[in-house]
C-alpha cells in the first residue's frame, strides 16, 4: 500500500500528558498537512511543510503543539500537557510541488483526552 | 477570510433517488475547488478538483460541477454503498510560500435506503 499512512490510530490519554502522533506521506509527495477534525466538522487546518521546511501554520497551532518533518520525510505532531478540548482526529495529508494539487490524506489518528 | 458553506447538512434519499449537494463559497482568488469522500471514522478520499467555472468532473454516478459562487456534485440513481459524508474544499490565494492550505465546509452527510 503506497497510500498516507499515521501511527497510532487511536490514542487516549489523561489530562496534561504529551502525546506524539507520525505521519508518513506517499513517497513522491514533498509537501505534507497537518488537519484536525471534531465531530459533524470539517477538517481545520494546522501546518503544512515542504520538504524540511514548515511554511504555514495556523492560529489554531497553540505553543503546546509542535510539528516537525526532520529529513523531509515522515512527520511528528506532538500535544504538550494536553487539554479535553484537544480531543479530535488528526489527519495528515502529503500532495506533489506544485501550485494547486489534491492532497491524499491518510486514515488519521483518533486522539481521546480524559 | 474564505469561507465554504455546504448544504444540505444531511440528506435522505432512496436507492435510486437523483439529487444534489450544494458548496457555495467566498474566497479571494479561487485555485481550486475540491470534493472529498468521508467514511466514518477513515481519512477524506480524495474525488474531484475543479478550477474554473463552467468546468465538469464525471466519476461512476458522481458530477461535480463550478460556478463563480458555488459548486453542485450530482449524485444520480445513488446506490447504498455511497451513504458517507461529502466534503468541500477550497484552495485560495496568491501563490506564495504559504496559501496551501485546503478550507473545508462542514460536510453533507449523505444516507442512501434500500
Known amino acids: 500500500d503506497t497510500g498516507v499512512s499515521q501511527d497510532p490510530r487511536h490514542k487516549i490519554t489523561k489530562r496534561g500528558q504529551n502525546v506524539t502522533f507520525r505521519c508518513d506521506p506517499i513517497?513522491?509527495?514533498?509537501?505534507l498537512y497537518w488537519y484536525r477534525q471534531t465531530l459533524g466538522q470539517g477538517p481545520e487546518f494546522l501546518t503544512y511543510?515542504?520538504?524540511?521546511?514548515?511554511?504555514?501554520k495556523s492560529r489554531l497551532l497553540s505553543d503546546r503543539f509542535s510539528a516537525e518533518r526532520p529529513k523531509g520525510s515522515f512527520s511528528t505532531l506532538e500535544i504538550q500537557r494536553t487539554e479535553q478540548g484537544d480531543s479530535a482526529m488528526y489527519l495528515c495529508?502529503?500532495?506533489?510541488?506544485?501550485?494547486?494539487?489534491?492532497?491524499?490524506f491518510g486514515p488519521g489518528t483518533r486522539l481521546t483526552v480524559t | 477570510e474564505d469561507q465554504v458553506t455546504q448544504s444540505p447538512e444531511a440528506l435522505r434519499l432512496q436507492e435510486g433517488e437523483s439529487s444534489s449537494l450544494n458548496c457555495s463559497y467566498t474566497?479571494?482568488?479561487?485555485?481550486?475547488l475540491f470534493w472529498y469522500r468521508q467514511d466514518p471514522g477513515k481519512g477524506p478520499e480524495f474525488l474531484f478538483t475543479?478550477?474554473?467555472a463552467g468546468e465538469e468532473k464525471e466519476k461512476e454516478r458522481l458530477k461535480a460541477t463550478l460556478t463563480k459562487k458555488e459548486s453542485f456534485l450530482h449524485i444520480t440513481a445513488p446506490k447504498p454503498e455511497d451513504s458517507a459524508t461529502y466534503l468541500c474544499?477550497?484552495?485560495?490565494?496568491?501563490?506564495?510560500?504559504?496559501?496551501?492550505?485546503?478550507?473545508f465546509g462542514q460536510g453533507t452527510r449523505l444516507t442512501i435506503n434500500p
Open positions: 495529508a502529503s500532495s506533489f510541488d506544485s501550485s494547486s494539487y489534491e492532497q491524499y
Open positions: 513517497s513522491e509527495h514533498n509537501r
Open positions: 511543510f515542504q520538504n524540511e521546511a514548515q511554511l504555514e
Open positions: 474566497v479571494s482568488g479561487l485555485r481550486g
Open positions: 475543479l478550477y474554473s
Open positions: 474544499a477550497v484552495q485560495a490565494g496568491v501563490i506564495i510560500q504559504g496559501a496551501q492550505k485546503l478550507v
